[in-house]
C-alpha cells in the first residue's frame, strides 16, 4: 500500500531563516509525490508535485521540493520563510487505478516567528 | 477560476439528528470525495464517488452515506449524528491526479 509520513507534528522557523518539512513515502514502483497546504479557515490548497524528472520540483508560493528516491524521502523547502507561510502542510501519493485517489501525511504545523 | 463550495463553514447539531453537508463543484470533475480532518491524524477519506450515482467506500465510512444525483453535487450524510463525529469535514474534486479542495465544514455535535 501506498503511504506517507510526516515526522515532526510541528516546526518552528524565524522569519527570513530556511524551513524544511519533511515526508518520507512508501510506494511500490515509481513515486508520485505532493504538497498541499491549509491556511487557517481554508481547505487544502495544491503546492507541487513530483511526477518525474528533475529532482528539485518547483512550486507555488516560494516553495520547492527535494525528491531523494535513495533517503525514499521529499522534503519541502523554501529558502526564507515568511510569517505568511504559518500553516498546515500535508504531504501527499496518490493511488488507484488513475491516480485518482490521495493517501495523506497526518500534516505538519509549520510556525513561522517574526 | 476552479472553484468547489461547500455548503456551510460551521455547523452544530445535536446528537441523534440527520445531518447533510453538501458540496458543489464548477470543474465539470469526475470524481468527488469526502474526507474528515481530525488533529494528528490528517486526512481520512469517508466516501468517493468517480460518476453519478456511483460511490465507493473510503478508509472510516462507518456512520456515513453519500448520494450523487448530480454530477456537479455531492452529499455527506449523517443519518444519526454522534459525538464522535465531531470534525472539520473537507469535500474535494478531480480529475486526475491533482485534487481542489472546498473551504471545510466545521461539525460540532452536541
Known amino acids: 500500500a501506498q503511504s506517507v509520513a510526516q515526522p515532526e507534528d510541528q516546526v518552528n522557523v524565524a522569519e527570513g531563516n530556511p524551513l524544511t518539512v519533511k515526508c518520507t513515502y512508501s510506494v511500490s514502483g515509481n513515486p508520485y509525490l505532493f504538497w498541499y497546504v491549509q491556511y487557517p479557515n481554508r481547505g487544502l490548497q495544491f503546492l507541487l508535485k513530483?511526477?518525474?524528472?528533475?529532482?528539485l520540483v518547483k512550486g507555488s508560493y516560494g516553495f520547492e521540493a527535494e525528491f531523494n528516491k535513495s533517503q525514499t524521502s521529499f522534503h519541502l523547502k523554501k529558502p526564507s520563510a515568511l510569517v505568511s507561510d504559518s500553516a498546515l502542510y500535508f504531504c501527499?501519493?496518490?493511488?488507484?487505478?488513475?491516480?485518482?485517489?490521495?493517501?495523506f501525511g497526518g500534516g505538519t504545523r509549520l510556525m513561522v516567528k517574526p | 477560476d476552479v472553484k468547489v463550495t461547500q455548503s456551510s463553514r460551521y455547523l452544530v447539531k445535536r446528537t441523534g439528528e440527520k445531518v447533510f453537508l453538501e458540496c458543489v463543484q464548477d470543474?465539470?470533475?469526475?470524481?468527488m470525495f469526502w474526507y474528515r480532518q481530525d488533529p494528528g491524524l490528517g486526512l481520512r477519506l469517508i466516501y468517493f464517488s468517480y460518476d453519478v450515482k456511483m460511490k465507493e467506500k473510503g478508509d472510516i465510512p462507518e456512520g456515513y452515506s453519500v448520494s450523487r444525483e448530480k454530477k456537479e453535487r455531492f452529499s455527506l450524510i449523517l443519518e444519526s449524528a454522534s459525538t464522535n463525529q465531531t470534525s472539520m469535514y473537507l469535500c474535494a474534486s478531480s480529475h486526475r491526479y491533482e485534487q481542489y479542495f472546498g473551504p471545510g465544514t466545521r461539525l460540532t455535535v452536541t
Open positions: 501527499a501519493v496518490p493511488w488507484g487505478c488513475a491516480g485518482n485517489m490521495l493517501t
Open positions: 470543474m465539470d470533475h469526475e470524481n
Open positions: 513530483y511526477i518525474t524528472g528533475d529532482n
